[in-house]
């Protein structure tokens, strides 16, 4: 199996941006379709961003779309979250996951998980 390490989170002012990163190790990332999903207090963990095997495929929640694009670099077993215009409403823990499958927006669709990195945006 795969195992998944983000990093890159932290806190910054409304308006600017972050660039998470999701390190995999275990077995090559390109069998995997990638997403990104947040989960603030309270609320439920939701879907940010996707991005089919080969990446000629990304897909947005609609609130991050114009703001935020996926990559990945199968070569270098990553996968990339950028992150511009960042809001208050952004601030929440960052999870990157891999689907054996072809992805989706639910989390209960994607198989392995990372621990999570936390993004703070302040007013």
């Known amino acids: 199996q795969v195992q998944l390490v983000e990093s890159g989170g932290g806190l910054v002012q409304a308006g600017g941006s972050l660039r998470l990163s999701c390190a995999a190790s275990?077995?090559?990332?390109?069998?995997?379709?990638m997403g990104w999903f947040r989960q603030a207090p309270g609320k439920e963990r939701e879907f940010v961003a996707g991005i089919s095997r080969t990446g000629g495929l990304t897909y947005y929640t609609n609130s991050v779309k114009g703001r935020f694009t996926i990559s990945r670099d199968n070569a270098k077993n990553s996968v990339a979250l950028q992150m511009n215009s960042l809001n208050t409403e952004d601030t929440a823990v960052y999870y990157c996951a891999a689907d054996e499958n072809s992805g989706g927006t639910y989390y209960y669709e994607f198989d392995y998980w990372g621990q999570g990195t936390q993004v703070t945006v302040s007013s």
């Open positions: 275990g077995r090559p990332l390109s069998m995997y379709h």
